[in-house]
């Protein structure tokens, strides 16, 4: 029963660990969720920030440059004002010493080419088109400007891409602009090697968003890339972020190019953030390893011991008799429980040897009471029968029937023995049989059908003497016809079998119930319940009687006890 | 005891598998090595195609070698090249055929190997190429006769100089023009040349065959180095009123002929484009990538004239920006 309570509840080991490890895995996921959003927060942040200084970096330099430039551009002016051959000769050291200079051009006022200085190379005669130089823009614009890039398209056979930076003239020269076109070698080495992140680059672009340069920018010329300057040329300074791309602004001082910063957010932050997913995973997964091996181990602690004790309460509860303890260890409150469970066993058994040897004394100090009070009627009519003997003169009958008497109340009170040989209860038996065929005026005959292996095993005393005065008095009494009754003793393997069977008028099942459930009933003496209950309680409860009977044909009587010798059954 | 034991073991193992597929690492493989084999190592359109081959080598990271033979007709040496390549363990070859057929072989047998076979510019029979980036050059040459049927009025007596004829672009041009020119009705086709494709040689042919054929008024020339020569021959002869000229691809000699008068129109094909996306396309057949290759990739063609010369798109497709500068 204990089983099918077990079924209903989880083991504590499951309990434990699922609390455990679940509170655990809860509490980690809080924990990396909150961690890894303000982890990601940081990153983008920061790639913002390491975007926006990489390319106000740039942005200086490229400042810088066009400040250089500037400068450049004043001793270029300044040149305009020397004679033809100084100007020659400063112009032709300038450009030495600036290689990025691609060409000096100066021009008249209806932009008309005048000069040009180049190291090494002169103008075509018939110049298609001078993209270096453009009137309207010229006589728009109040100080120097800068183009956007174009070719070099005053020479044969050299075109490099140029930007050209223009400025006018004090009008009282012939000259009234003058140009440098300038190669991107110098901004290129400076764009070229900005990087942010592995894939990021930057480019500048002017104001109206057309490409001043770019590190891939034949790519863009190729139709292979495009940037989307237009809208970039919308945006403010500053860093902007889409699920991919963060772009990052910056204003060149003193000109209206504005230098672009394009970094990936996959791999400036995405790429850290799933490695810190990694990382915390593997963290998580081993916190949670820890705490499910801990748990296991601590749960095994606690139930094992108490699964012991179980298995323990268990076996005590199908044979309290033969159950040994042992005790239990395992932690504090277990040892207490198993040290109590302890105790109520010994108290338990105490108790139950008790009761046996109250209910075997019980019934020892009963038989005693029923032999002192064995059939007053019995007696009488025994004592009724010898004096009739005597007055006919059969002396030798009445000799008999009184040593008969005599020798069926020595073996029943046997000193006292509750155990005696089974010659003796035969004995007993037949002292009986003899004084009741006397009574009964030789109504019946008996038998007697001994195996002599049996007769020196114990039996209990007063066993046959009631079960043969059940059978005169319900089977032979009432009939017409001489009756029999026959009394076998046998052994059985370990057992012995008495047997008495008789051919009187049987008994119903009814009958035989009320026998062994109630014992005779408004009779004395000692009822055949008796008998089967002192077997019993002597040796089990696989012992003791069996009663068949047909009505009409005979009652059988079976009785069944083990062999038992004088000496090894001397304490009961 | 033992259902639990069973279940304990299963929830470790689960998380150690989390555990693993966690920690494994990304990979870092040594790079591939790409072959670009060319027709040429020496025209300004070869030498834009390595450009962009090397811009995008570097973008993905690949060992990108580039080879070519010294004329544009030694298919021969093609294809030792490729089965050098293939010996030194190339695992992709960016290939420009000389000869459509004669080419195929070796390309067949560098697949063969495992090699991955991308075409550009000039296709080679073989079924090996995975996919090809160029020109369409039917279109070219119907463009390229367009523009001469567009700018020149009266009746037209074109004299084509075409380079080597087993190669397969410059068929395929000649096919376009020469179909163009008989759908108009009033041009015909005087005389196809075949010629080297260098410029000295190329000048020298154009010369004797404008000399043969007076009454060509219309030029095609339909690579690189047969446009430089043709305008040279053009030049010599002080015939650049009289006779219209159409030329392929991007040259400083074009590109000043196209501004004194010797050369009316150019043909400009994107051979950075080729180089980048043969490239490119060769990275993505050896990282598996295959299905975003396409059997065809054409290439952008644009015509140039005197008109919109300095355009800014005819600047872009004309004229290769310098990377680094003429100080480096």
Known sequence: MSKNVAQTGLRITTILVAMVVGVVAIILCCFLALFLNRYQDAMVQNARTTSVQAVSQVSTTVSNYLSDMRQAMELVEQSMWETDESRDELLSAFLEFRPDVVAVTSYSHDGQLLQCWSPGRTPKDNILQNLSFDLEKAQASQGPYMSAPHVESIFEGYYPWVVTMTTPLPQDGSAAWVSLDLSFSSISSYINNVSIGQRGYCFLMDGDGNMVYHPQQQLLYSGLKSEDTATLSQMEDGAWANDTVIYSLTSVEGSDWRVVGVSYVDELVNRNVSEMVHLSLLIAVMVLLAALFTSWLLSRLLSRPLRALESAMENFESDADHFDYYPVGGTREVQELSCSFGHMVMRIQQLMTTVREEEVNLRKTELKALQAQINPHFLYNTLDSIAWMCEQGRNADAVKMVHALARLFRISISKGHELIPISKEIEHAESYLQIQKYRYKNQFTYHFHVDPTCLNYLCNKITLQPIIENAINHGLDLMVDEGRIDVYVQPDGEDIIFRVEDNGVGMSQEQIVAILEHGPKERTGIGIRNVNDRLQIYFGKEYGLTITSKLDVGTCVEIRMPKLWEDSYEGK | ?328
């Open chain 2, 1 to 328: 005891m033992k259902g639990n034991k069973r279940t304990l073991a299963a929830v470790t193992a689960a998380l150690s598998l989390l555990l693993c597929s966690c920690s494994s690492a990304s990979d870092t493989a040594t790079p591939h090595t790409v072959t670009l084999i060319a027709k040429s190592t020496q025209t300004e359109f070869w030498l834009s195609v390595f450009a962009g081959a090397e811009a995008a080598a570097t973008e993905y990271n690949l060992d990108l070698n580039i080879i070519g033979p010294n004329t544009e007709e030694d298919y021969e040496a093609q294809n030792q090249m490729v089965a050098q390549a293939v010996e030194a363990g190339t695992d992709a070859l960016v290939f420009s055929a000389i000869h459509y057929d004669n080419n195929a072989a070796a390309i067949d047998a560098a697949a063969q190997q495992g090699v991955k076979i991308v075409a550009i510019d000039s296709n080679v029979d073989s079924q090996a190429v995975s996919t090809y980036i160029g020109t369409d050059n039917y279109a070219a040459g119907q463009m390229a006769a367009q523009a001469a049927l567009d700018r020149v009025e009266g009746q037209l007596h074109v004299g084509i100089i075409n380079y080597d004829i087993s190669s397969a672009n410059g068929q395929e041009r000649e096919r376009g023009a020469v179909e163009t020119f008989t759908r108009s009705g009033r041009a015909q086709v005087v005389s196809v040349i075949n010629t080297l494709a260098e410029a000295h040689i190329a000048q020298t042919d154009t010369t004797a065959l404008l000399t043969q054929h007076p009454e060509i008024n219309v030029l095609l020339a339909f690579n690189e180095p047969t446009s430089v020569g043709a305008a040279k021959a053009i030049e010599n002869r002080d015939d650049a009123d009289n006779i219209f000229l159409v030329g392929f691809d991007s040259n400083v000699s074009t590109v000043d002929g196209l501004q004194n008068g010797t050369v009316d129109a150019l043909i400009v094909q994107n051979p950075y484009a080729m180089g980048y996306l043969g490239v490119e396309s060769a990275y993505k057949l050896l990282t598996g990538q295959s299905k975003d290759v396409t059997h065809t990739v054409d290439t952008s063609t644009q015509i140039v004239d005197r008109d919109n010369l300095f355009s800014m798109d005819s600047q872009k497709a004309l004229f290769t920006f310098e990377q680094r500068g003429k100080s480096s």
